[in-house]
Nanobody
Framework: QVHVVASGGGLVQAGGSLRLSCAAS????????MAWYRQAPGNERELVAT???????NYADSVNGRFTISRDNANNTMYLQMNSLKPEETAIYYC??????????????WGQGTQVTVSP
């Protein structure tokens, strides 16, 4: 089995920073693309940042320059460093990882989500 767990959310004042983590564990052969999404109350889930490979990153326009996505391949962990946070970025943040298991089955796995609350 493969497990993906997101953590690091919390309450922060506007302008503050948080670092989210997404750890994958279990019967992993390889981890391919990884990404962070977020969903605010009443809104659809939106893409925040992606790591299509170890050498490239992509960001939503709204976070570009303030958020940094990164990956620690040795520990099967992905991070999202969020700076200059805004109240409208209050949401549940989800990580997504495309993982090939040791059984050579590939699928996308979602972490359980971590709440980020940015106060004015």
């Amino acid at each position: 089995q493969v497990h993906v767990v997101a953590s690091g959310g919390g309450l922060v004042q506007a302008g503050g920073s948080l670092r989210l983590s997404c750890a994958a564990s279990g019967s992993i052969f390889s981890i391919n693309a990884m990404a962070w999404y977020r969903q605010a109350p009443g809104n659809e889930r939106e893409l925040v940042a992606t790591l299509p490979s170890s050498r490239s990153t992509n960001y939503a326009d709204s976070v570009n320059g303030r958020f940094t996505i990164s990956r620690d391949n040795a520990n099967n962990t992905m991070y999202l460093q969020m700076n200059s946070l805004k109240p409208e970025e209050t949401a549940i943040y989800y990580c997504n990882a495309q993982i090939t298991s040791t059984a050579r089955s590939t699928r996308a796995y979602w972490g359980q989500g971590t709440q980020v609350t940015v106060s004015p």
